[in-house]
């Protein structure tokens, strides 16, 4: 059956009960609904009730779109399409079912569950774990007790129970909480009941572990992807690796094979993460799950360590969207899925081709929030 793709990407937020979305969060999510154009195939549609440029529809015809794709008003909507949303939340089933789609989420609280820190910390505490990565804390004193002994040039980060891209955080250095940031902490713990708390670690390289869950059969492994973040953490693109696992697309078919292997530490962290997505499918959960994992400097020993549950995200990843785009390059292109402006710093990828994969404007605005295919080597 065809899909109708629902961009809830302040997913988070709704699993928070955030319902009202002021309006920089509407033409975000505005701004990021091409980004479903990565898996969509041509029956399929996506929700975007915007205008986007004429030009910008006619160039979705070199991935064998069409121009159509995009669905702008509610009364257009297809009745029947199965839902696809970035993550499943009690406002994504609402507006599925208001709207006559095909409506098959997962358990709604375990969803909830999976994408929050009381879920993804406690695993990280299993036997076998480099080391202590984050502390849950449920009242002021403990978040204080957190930070008391660090040396002045410790840096942490308290995060809420349920965050993403570097939102709903805050970053502080040594053993003293500005009296700013300890009332985001009380809001916080008022509001979810618990935050976390976590050393701001040196930053290797980090990974996006793409699993699927189907609704009967084990886990199976879609792609591993590389994170690019920016020095404060927050997202910035996925570039592609060349590597040994098999993609698979959304329908689970095997698309394209790698040929080379990826370094030791992505393979464990990887393979690390499997326990934690057998145990979302034996709760009843299915549908994607996207993990970060971290490769970092150890503070004390100075030696490479990894950090293989992160972050963990029962929902679509833009590393799987990435995947996705990858795929329509081929097997052979060496490329990044870039989030921001054209010319990053990185002078080395001067001479890359760029792929639009949003347009420049959409009802008549510029778009604050382009994504490109940045390809650095020829498609092969």
Request: with cysteine; aromatic share 10%.
């Amino acid at each position: 059956m065809n899909r109708f793709f629902y961009g809830n990407f302040d997913f988070e937020d709704q699993l928070r009960g955030e319902v009202q979305r002021p309006a920089r969060t509407e033409r975000l999510l505005l701004e990021l609904a091409p980004s479903w154009l990565a898996i969509a195939e041509a029956g399929d549609r996506i929700w975007c009730p915007g205008k986007l440029p004429e030009e910008f529809l006619a160039s979705l015809s070199q991935w064998g779109l069409p121009a159509d794709i995009f669905v702008s008003e509610a009364r257009n909507i297809p009745a029947g399409m199965d839902l696809v949303p970035w993550g499943w939340s009690p406002a994504a089933v609402e507006f599925g079912q208001r709207h006559g789609l095909v409506v098959e989420a997962p358990p709604l609280d375990v969803v909830r569950l999976a994408n929050s820190r009381e879920y993804s910390v406690p695993l990280e505490e299993s036997p076998g774990d480099d080391g202590d990565f984050a502390t849950l804390c449920r009242t002021l004193g403990e978040v204080l007790a957190s930070v008391e002994r660090l040396p002045a040039t410790t840096c942490w980060v308290i995060k809420a129970n349920w965050s993403h891209a570097a939102r709903e955080r805050i970053l502080g250095r040594g053993p003293v909480i500005p009296n700013a940031d300890i009332q985001w902490v009380k809001q916080r713990l008022a509001r979810d009941g618990v935050v976390c708390w976590e050393l701001w670690l040196q930053r290797e390289a980090e990974i996006g572990i793409q699993w699927q869950i189907p609704r009967d059969g084990p886990p199976q492994l879609d792609a591993i992807t590389e994170l690019l973040v920016d020095p404060r953490g927050q997202y910035v693109g996925t570039r592609a690796l060349t590597e040994s696992v098999v993609f698979r697309s959304a329908k689970d078919r095997p698309f394209a094979e790698r040929k080379a292997t990826l370094p030791a530490w992505a393979t464990d962290a990887a393979e690390a993460t499997r326990p934690a997505v057998t145990d979302l499918a034996q709760r009843g959960y299915f549908g994607p799950v996207g993990i970060d994992a971290m490769r970092f400097m150890h503070p004390d020993w100075n030696l490479p360590r990894t950090r293989p549950l992160q972050d963990i995200n029962a929902r679509w990843t833009m590393g799987r969207l990435a995947a996705g785009w990858f795929q329509r390059l081929g097997p052979g292109a060496k490329a990044t899925w870039w989030h921001g402006a054209r010319e990053p710093a990185d002078a080395s990828v001067a001479s890359a081709e760029w792929i639009a994969t949003s347009p420049e404007t959409i009802d008549g605005q510029g778009v604050l929030h382009p994504t490109w295919l940045r390809v650095e080597e020829p498609i092969g």
